[in-house]
């Protein structure tokens, strides 16, 4: 584990759940509230990556500050199964379906303190204005959506060198991000990674729809405070076979959890 990170280290604990003392004064436009703080957030450290400035240290600070920030416009937050995350201390690969934005920021917020992580993101994030100096500077893994195989090869090959390093690494097999978990389009790439690496894979499921996807701009879409954010991580586990049954495994562990959370609706056979 690391111990210099000054941001607070939430997977020390099993649970972490947004207090009653935190929503005592929501403002009057969540949206608006949260997203002048996210600015604020991005632009700084976009000037910090700029300048080489912005480290693993910094990174899970912004995954901090981020959620808090949704906190303070009224969102409420509860994480759960984070002793996966404590008492693995091998690097491993995370599979998660991807709702929001949210999952590309907060994440890293309970992960990165206990053990060094990356993304797998689309190449578009990384052309962002501003935000590309941030994201740039955290060393993902970028693939173009467009060519399948070469996505396959090229998150096969940087993957194994991140795992090398002892990174783990954060997947979302969905095509892109939807409130919808469209299992026909969950693809097999993470645990394709963990195979070849003989590493485990951690699912992670998460209802973020909290943060809706905007119209014009995915980022900025409204902010929901009737919508209460869940992640939670599972058993970490090795593959053996061809990854079918494990592959499923991670699929099951997202769908039980949205149905528990009386979501099944959001769920695509």
Not at 129 to 138: G, N, S, W
Not at 243 to 254: C, D, T
Request: net charge positive; glycine share 6%.
């Amino acid at each position: 584990m690391i111990t210099e990170f000054p941001a607070e280290i939430l997977a020390l604990k099993d649970e972490y759940r947004t207090s009653v003392e935190a929503h005592k004064n929501i403002p009057f436009f969540p949206s608006l509230s949260f997203y002048y703080h996210l600015i604020k957030i991005v632009i700084n450290g976009s000037n910090l990556g700029k300048a080489g400035l912005y480290d693993v240290v910094t990174w899970a600070k912004s995954g901090v500050d981020i959620f808090r920030a949704l906190e303070d416009a009224g969102v409420r937050m509860h994480f759960t199964g984070m002793q996966h995350v404590r008492e693995n201390p091998e690097p491993t690969i995370f599979i998660s379906n991807h709702m929001s934005t949210l999952e590309t920021m907060v994440p890293v917020a309970i992960i990165e303190p206990i053990k060094p992580c990356i993304y797998v993101i689309k190449k578009e994030l990384s052309e962002y204005p501003v935000f590309k100096h941030l994201i740039l500077a955290c060393e993902p893994i970028i693939v173009g959506r467009e060519n399948p195989r070469e996505d396959l090869v090229k998150v096969l090959s940087d993957g194994a060198d991140r795992l090398r390093s002892g990174k783990s690494i954060i997947l979302f097999p969905q095509k892109t991000r939807s409130p919808y978990f469209d299992i026909k389009n969950f693809n097999t790439l993470g645990i394709k990674l963990a195979k070849k690496n003989n590493v485990t894979v951690t699912p992670m499921a998460v209802l973020t729809d909290a943060w809706g996807n905007g119209k014009l701009v995915k980022e900025f879409g409204k902010i929901d405070i009737k919508k209460e954010v869940k992640i939670t991580f599972g058993q970490p586990f090795k593959i053996a076979g061809n990854g079918v049954e494990e592959n499923l495994r991670v699929i099951n562990f997202i769908k039980d959890n949205l149905t528990k959370w009386g979501r099944k609706d959001l769920i695509v056979e």
